[in-house]
């Protein structure tokens, strides 16, 4: 069985300081791992993916996320908030089984942007 | 513009009566997939379908029904037989596999049952 625990519920951070949103995974085969953003009363977009490539993987928006096995960690990071930043996150773990059932969802971190 | 279209965006539903929620996706994608959200929690799956004329259930299937004879359209049914229904649905669609493929979202219905 797989499982994802994203480690805030919410987040908190000023404007043009540095963004963390955490994410530990749990998987018994190679996992892909996604973040999705989800603004209110929106559907999600995708901000980044790993699928077994670069462990460093840059997306849109500014982010980025490494995946670091030793750790099962894939932690979202950006260097400066901006307003618009703020939204549901949500960290998106899928095994290699295959199938739509194979993807499990974290509960989300809502990010609070301060101005 | 392509991308994923979903219908109406606020629905209200008395109890006992069966409802459905449009799903359509110019996007040539094969898969399609229907989620619930509930607040504080991730999208849970209610069932997918990875070509046209079949699907599988997925985590939360009771109380729901689809349906599959479009590529472009995977249009969801919530029954009277589902206890709590509402909550916010968010239909999406991919390439092809799931596991690996992006998904792509569309804006979602609110179902309120009154």
């Known amino acids: 069985a797989q499982s994802v625990t994203q480690l805030d519920s919410h987040v908190s951070v000023s404007e043009g300081t540095p963004v963390l949103l955490r994410c530990n995974y749990s998987?018994?085969?190679?996992?892909?791992l996604f973040w999705y953003v989800q603004h209110p009363n929106k559907g999600l977009q995708l901000l980044l993916k790993y699928t077994s490539a670069a462990t460093l993987v840059k997306g849109i928006n500014g982010f980025e996320a490494e995946f670091k096995k030793s750790e099962t960690s894939f932690h979202l990071t950006k260097p400066s908030a901006h307003m618009s930043d703020a939204a549901e996150y949500f960290c998106?773990?899928?095994?290699?089984?295959?199938?739509?059932?194979?993807?499990?969802f974290g509960k989300g971190t809502h990010l609070i942007i301060q101005p | 513009d392509g991308g994923i279209t979903q219908s109406p965006k606020y629905l209200f539903r008395k109890e006992g009566q069966n409802v459905t929620l449009s799903c359509e996706q110019n996007l040539n994608h094969d898969a399609m997939y229907w989620y619930r959200q509930d607040p504080g929690q991730g999208l849970r799956l209610i069932y997918y379908?990875?070509?046209?004329?079949?699907?599988q259930k997925g985590d939360i299937a009771e109380g729901y029904s689809v349906s599959r004879e479009k590529k472009e359209s995977f249009p969801l049914t919530v029954t009277s037989a589902q206890k709590n229904p509402t909550a916010f649905y968010l239909c999406?669609?991919?390439?092809?596999?799931?596991?690996?493929?992006?998904?792509?979202f569309g804006p979602g219905t609110r179902l309120t049952v009154l």
């Open positions: 998987s018994s085969y190679s996992p892909s």
């Open positions: 998106v773990v899928s095994d290699s089984r295959g199938g739509a059932d194979g993807l499990t």
């Open positions: 999406a669609s991919s390439i092809g596999e799931p596991s690996t493929d992006t998904q792509y």
């Open positions: 379908s990875q070509i046209v004329n079949d699907f």
